[in-house]
């Protein structure tokens, strides 16, 4: 059963239905919610469509390492990495560094 808050945002973001931020709310509210898979491809989705959406990739990461996917969660670290190259967001970078070292310790 949706949270009050995730239904809110739904509403919210269907009356601003190009709200990447809400988006990116609604995926951390499901998280919140225990529905982790809904929330990892709802970050996957703004990914898609918004690659320098940064906060997507930590939030992703630490979804699918809880998921088991630590690969997964590797590789969206590695990206999120690069994509701060581009942006110029070196704390946001050495973050996800620091977690892809962490999730790369764990499975060693």
């Known amino acids: ?22 988006r990116y709310a609604i995926a951390l509210e499901k998280k919140r919610d225990g529905d982790m898979e809904a929330a990892a491809a709802d970050l996957q989705a703004l990914l898609m469509e918004d690659p320098k959406y940064i906060a997507c990739y930590y939030q992703l990461a630490v979804i699918l390492a809880d998921l088991g996917r ?14 701060c190259l581009v942006t110029g967001e ?19």
Do not use: V, Y
């Not at 059963?1 to 809400?22: C, H, K, N, V, Y």
């Not at 977690?99 to 060693?108: D, F, P, V, Y």
């Open 1 to 22: 059963m949706p949270s009050t808050r995730l239904a809110q945002l739904q509403i919210m973001l269907a009356e601003e239905p190009g709200d990447r931020f809400l």
């Open 70 to 83: 630590a690969q997964e969660a590797m590789d969206a670290c590695q990206s999120g990495a690069l994509q």
């Open 90 to 108: 070196t704390k946001a970078r050495s973050e996800l560094l620091a977690l892809r070292n962490s999730l790369e310790e764990e499975g060693a």
